[in-house]
């Protein structure tokens, strides 16, 4: 599976972006799909996932109610609406996509990874 990542850029704080995640694969909606973000100098932490249909969520704490993670399964696509942003969401984020239909925070269970989008957030 092929992941794009597409959607960042620059943003004052307070602004908003989504970040959308094509994925090239007609199996889509057998896969659970997660947002991860990286610093430089930091390990890559995870943000956001979603399960297979998009009915089971989770968020890291400092995202909840500022991101929603979605998918569009007709259309191999998955989201992330970023609203509220602040200087310390700027990262670099990547999406994932795990063999599996449900959702994990941890970095090692997803097998297929975009090549990055870059956010920028200015205070």
């Known amino acids: 599976m092929q992941l794009v990542e597409s959607g960042g850029g620059l943003v004052q704080a307070g602004g908003s972006l989504r970040l959308s995640c094509a994925a090239s694969?007609?199996?889509?909606?057998?896969?659970?799909m997660g947002w991860f973000r990286q610093t430089p100098g930091k390990e890559r932490e995870f943000v956001a996932a979603?399960?297979?249909?998009?009915?089971?969520?989770y968020y890291i704490d400092s995202v909840k109610g500022r991101f929603t993670i979605s998918r569009d399964n007709a259309k191999n696509t998955m989201y992330l609406q970023m609203n509220s942003l602040k200087p310390e969401d700027t990262a670099v984020y990547y999406c994932?996509?795990?063999?599996?239909?449900?959702?994990?925070?941890?970095?090692?269970?997803?097998?297929?990874w975009g090549q990055g989008t870059q956010v920028t957030v200015s205070s």
């Open positions: 994932a996509a795990r063999s599996y239909p449900f959702t994990s925070r941890r970095l090692d269970d997803y097998d297929y």
């Open positions: 694969e007609r199996t889509f909606s057998s896969y659970a």
């Open positions: 979603s399960n297979w249909s998009g009915g089971d969520t």
